[in-house]
């Protein structure tokens, strides 16, 4: 008899449990999975794919505006918030069946409850049996943060903001990483009054400076308001149902019908029993790993979110999948975390990867930079002036191309092949004798001299 009941158990069915679970049983181990709530985890069923889905609906706003400058005539328009929730629920029911068949396709047996770490090689489900594995694999994912503020049971996070009954006329969001901007991009091009306040009186920590400068400056001109250095204090409920909104430094509220707060996301380790196996936490919930995932117990890995190493979700689908190599595979491998391109779908979007330039000059390089200004051809007709911005970093050394940041439309599709060269250690003269595609924005990246 099997010394266990299984060679993997994996607690959470995200994209980096699910992969994980799909490659070890396709080397051959005998696989089950835990999920508590739905299959497919943060990204497919409350963050990046149903999130996306939005952005793509709000963009009609503007298209439609600007499609009079093309020669459309087009006759009244009306958005209906509750036919775009539902269609966007029913395209998340849709890729939980997708992944659920894919557990199904290799022969892994997934269990809709919660499960907890009870020992090295021991998990106990909700409905009170005990399992044991060989190995198990953390990758329950991080949870958003929410702050200590009276009235916070009024808020919401961007798990509920999918399934508001009705649009809101008003928001008021907090927090200013790529969460909140993106959410605030959604909502105001949709048609609610918007304000983004702030702890701090900074946008988008850690992207390129030039790039969040310039998404300022848009979106308030897009009418999205801002209060910076100004924390929410205190939200009341008024008897029509409205939320009077507090904060700091400000003597007049801000009335809201819905206050969304995006401050940040925390491993989701609470009651995870992850003591039980001698595993101490970090000092923000995660789950410390080396190189190959492995936790400080020999029996216990981790991968995606929950380490807080880099909360991607396209991140957390190569460590799962090097986790299964490596223990199950018999093909040990880590994974690089230099050159990971990123996106915030903004309006417009940002999209950049490598150094920024205050990182390039931080670590000593000997920087040369390379930008383009100018007004994308899609909006000429437009009465919005918006201009894309486009930014090379470049060791002049060496005259590799070390970052890429833009701002502009389709900057994210445009910034996924660039970050080929990049990876590649391509150089500025690669840039420069590749010939542009014209008429194109991309064209830009080619021509800057």
């Known amino acids: 008899m099997a010394e266990y009941d299984y060679d993997l158990f994996v607690i959470g069915a995200g994209s980096g449990g699910v992969r994980a679970a799909r490659i070890a049983a396709g080397h051959g181990a005998r ?75 290799n022969k892994v047996e997934h269990f809709a409850e919660r499960a907890t770490v009870t020992g090295p090689n021991t998990v106990r489900l909700a409905s009170g049996r005990e399992i044991t594995a060989k190995i198990i694999l953390i990758a329950v994912g991080a949870w958003p943060v929410m702050p200590a503020f009276a009235g916070n049971e009024h808020a919401i996070t961007s798990n509920e903001v999918f399934h508001l009954s009705t649009f809101p006329k008003r928001v008021v969001i907090q927090g200013a990483g790529y969460i909140a901007l993106e959410f605030a991009g959604i909502f105001n091009a949709l048609g609610a009054e918007v304000t983004v306040v702030n702890r701090s009186d900074q946008i988008l920590r850690g992207y390129e400076e030039d790039l969040r400068t310039r998404l300022l400056k848009i979106t308030q001109e897009r009418g999205i308001a801002y209060r910076f250095n100004s924390p929410i204090e ?21 009335i809201a019908d819905v206050v969304m707060v995006a401050t940040g996301r925390r491993p989701k380790t609470d009651g995870l029993g992850l003591e039980n196996a001698g595993i101490t936490l970090g000092k923000n919930g995660e789950v410390p790993v080396d190189a190959h995932n492995a936790s400080a117990c020999p029996s216990i890995y981790a991968v995606g979110d929950v380490t807080d190493r880099v909360q991607l979700t396209p991140v957390a689908i190569r460590e799962g999948h090097a986790f299964a190599d490596t223990v199950f595979g018999g093909t040990p491998r880590t994974i690089a975390y230099d050159h990971i391109p990123s996106a915030v779908f903004s309006q417009p979007p940002l999209a950049g990867v490598g150094m920024t330039e205050a990182e390039a000059r931080s670590a000593g390089v000997n920087v040369k930079v390379f930008t383009s200004d100018f007004r994308p051809m899609k909006n000429m007709f437009a009465s919005r002036p918006e201009r894309g911005f486009y930014k090379l970093i470049v060791d002049a050394d060496s005259d590799r191309v070390v970052g890429v940041h833009m701002i502009g439309p389709e900057a994210p599709e445009i910034l996924q092949a660039v970050a080929i060269a990049v990876k590649a250690g391509l150089t500025k003269a690669d840039f420069d004798a590749t010939v542009a595609l014209h008429p194109s924005m991309a064209e830009e990246l080619v021509l800057m001299r």
């Open 31 to 105: 696989v089950a999975v835990a999920e508590e709530f739905r299959v497919g985890g943060t990204c497919v069923i409350r963050g990046c794919v149903p999130k996306k889905l939005l952005v793509y609906a709000s963009h009609f706003a503007e298209e439609l505006h600007d499609a009079a400058g093309f020669g459309w005539t087009i006759g009244e328009a009306k958005f209906d918030w509750a036919k775009l929730r539902d269609f966007v629920a029913s395209d998340v029911d849709r890729l939980e069946r997708a992944y659920t068949n894919t557990l199904d396709s």
């Open 234 to 254: 205190r939200v009341e409920k008024q008897g029509d149902g409205r939320l009077a909104v507090h904060t700091a430094g400000h003597p007049d509220p801000i």
